[in-house]
């Protein structure tokens, strides 16, 4: 598409031919790992939010450095977030239309 892409977004799923992203495991490694890396926005598998298993993983002083949201939440309210802040956006998605959407840079 020779669109840009934001260089602070990671993104962890599996995506089947459909465009579906699917649940992974190891979730809370890989958004610890993002945090520390310094990217502001982690696209994840809706999947792996509908549980509590992610958010009873993570410590309380970690949970504290995120913002979760659903896409539709991310969308409604994307000009409400600092960049600046020292918060990362962990984004649901469950397709890749939706990932493209927060991770391409607009003209």
């Known amino acids: 598409t020779n669109r840009k892409i934001r260089r602070d977004v990671a993104m962890t799923g599996e995506i089947d031919t459909q465009g579906r992203i699917l649940a992974v495991g190891g979730l809370n490694v890989k958004l610890e790992t993002a945090f520390a890396a310094g990217c502001k926005r982690m696209i994840v598998p809706k999947e792996n939010l ?9 410590s309380n002083d970690f949970k504290r450095e995120l913002q979760i949201l659903s896409f539709e939440e991310w969308k409604e309210a994307k ?7 020292e918060k990362m956006q962990v984004i649901a998605v469950d397709h890749i239309r939706q990932a493209i959407e927060i ?3 607009d003209p």
């Open 79 to 85: 000009g409400d977030f600092d960049p600046e802040s």
């Open 103 to 105: 991770a391409f840079v």
């Open 50 to 58: 509908q549980g509590k298993e992610l958010l009873d993983r993570l």
